[in-house]
């Protein structure tokens, strides 16, 4: 099966250690939705990444291949089903192929947008920096809510 990163995850140290056993696969986009902030992290003490269904938008990630042990350790890394819920939705990756992914988003109900720490970004940053994405999306995300 295939898990699609958008948050810290798309940090492949932190990857390895959470998952060895996941396998990058390809960078991908997911349509129709857009990167925003919120929610609680005790690790990183502040907001953390989810995605939001909007027309028009997309957010850029990474697909790894994950077994169904690697699912459960994600799970409980992402806080699921508390923190966020996992969903199906479907990427294209960098080689224009539409693929079924495993998303964690948060839950709409009770969901205040508002920004991450600055450790935290910086993570995205990095990791938006080495991908080659576009950090315009991850910028309005941090700074002004959603796109």
């Known amino acids: 099966m295939l898990y699609f990163a958008y948050g810290s995850n798309l940090d492949e140290a932190q990857m390895r250690e959470r998952c060895p056993a996941a396998e990058r696969v390809a960078r991908a986009t997911l349509r129709g939705h857009v990167l925003t902030f919120g929610g609680f992290s005790h690790k990183w003490n502040g907001a953390v990444a989810s995605v939001r269904r909007a027309r028009g938008a997309e957010v850029a990630g990474l697909l790894y291949a994950i077994d169904p042990d690697t699912l459960q350790l994600l ?14 939705r479907y990427v294209v990756d960098e080689h224009g192929r539409r693929r079924r992914a495993q998303v964690y988003l948060q839950p709409e109900d009770g969901f205040e947008p508002w920004s991450p720490k600055p450790e935290y970004l910086a993570v995205l940053v990095r990791a938006y920096r080495r991908l080659g994405f576009s950090r315009r999306s991850l910028t309005a995300a941090a700074f002004g809510g959603e796109q």
């Open 75 to 88: 799970d409980r890394f992402e806080g699921y089903p508390f923190a966020y819920e996992r969903a199906v």
